[in-house]
């Protein structure tokens, strides 16, 4: 959930967003995290009005036929916790 950066105990969350196609009813766009909160991305989309498709839990009208949300990553990063070296994990073109 989203709560005022003044609130007790509140974390920083930051996401940067571009809109690469507008149809009807659906966006596609791309995200980049600055920070990794728990659900940021479908909370913070959410708030914007900007519901991800089959997204029940954080308002869409309707699940998908496979209870799946359409939330998908081409490329992801992150610090192995023994190791301390970066992962990368890209999707190949």
Do not use: W
């Not at 507008?22 to 913070?44: A, C, D, P, V, Y």
């Not at 708030?47 to 998908?64: E, H, L, Q, T």
Request: with cysteine; charged share 30%; glycine share 4%.
């Amino acid at each position: 959930f989203i709560v005022n950066e003044n609130e007790l105990k509140s974390k920083k969350a930051i996401l940067h967003y571009t809109l690469i196609k507008k149809l009807k009813n659906f966006f596609l766009i791309e995200i980049m995290l600055e920070t990794g909160r728990h659900h940021q991305i479908r909370s913070q989309l959410a708030n914007i009005g900007c519901v991800i498709k089959g997204d029940v839990k954080y308002g869409a009208k309707r699940a998908n036929k496979d209870k799946s949300i359409c939330l998908h990553a081409n490329e992801i990063s992150f610090i192995h916790p023994i190791s301390k070296n970066e992962i990368k994990i890209k999707e190949e073109e």
